[in-house]
Nanobody, 121 residues
Framework: QVQLVESGGGLVQAGDSLRLSCTCS??????MGWFRQAPGKEREFVAA????????YYADSVKGRFAISRDNAKNTVYLQMNSLKPEDTAVYYC????????????????WGQGTQVTVSS
C-alpha cells in the first residue's frame, strides 16, 4: 500500500528558503509531484518529477525558484523552495501515480496529508 508522508513545512519570512520532504512507501516506480492549496483558493499544481528524476515540470509561478528532486534509494521526493513569497503560503501536498506524469491533480492516485508553509511579508 502506498503511503506518503510530508515534512519540512513551517513559518518563514519572504525571501527565505524551505525544503519539503515526502517519504513514500511503494513509490519507487511512480511519478511524483507537489500540489498546494491556499485558503479560499483552488488546489494548484506546483511541480512534478518522473520515475528516474530526469523529467521535471513546474508551474510558471514557481519556475526558477523551486526545484523538485528525488532519491529513490531513500524513497523520498524533495521540493526546495527558494525566494519564498507571501503568495506561496499554502498547504503543500505530495502526490504519486503509476501512470504518465501529469499536472492534473485528479489524475494522481495517492496524496499525503499535507504540510503547512506560511510566508510572512
Amino acid at each position: 500500500q502506498v503511503q506518503l508522508v510530508e515534512s519540512g513545512g513551517g513559518l518563514v519570512q519572504a525571501g527565505d528558503s524551505l525544503r519539503l520532504s515526502c517519504t513514500c512507501s511503494g513509490c519507487i516506480f511512480s511519478n511524483m509531484g507537489w500540489f498546494r492549496q491556499a485558503p479560499g483558493k483552488e488546489r494548484e499544481f506546483v511541480a512534478a518529477i518522473g520515475r528516474s528524476g530526469d523529467s521535471t515540470y513546474y508551474a510558471d509561478s514557481v519556475k526558477g525558484r523551486f526545484a523538485i528532486s528525488r532519491d529513490n534509494a531513500k524513497n523520498t521526493v524533495y521540493l526546495q523552495m527558494n525566494s519564498l513569497k507571501p503568495e506561496d503560503t499554502a498547504v503543500y501536498y505530495c502526490v504519486s501515480r503509476l501512470g504518465p506524469i501529469t499536472t492534473i491533480g485528479r489524475n494522481y492516485d495517492y496524496w499525503g496529508q499535507g504540510t503547512q508553509v506560511t510566508v510572512s511579508s
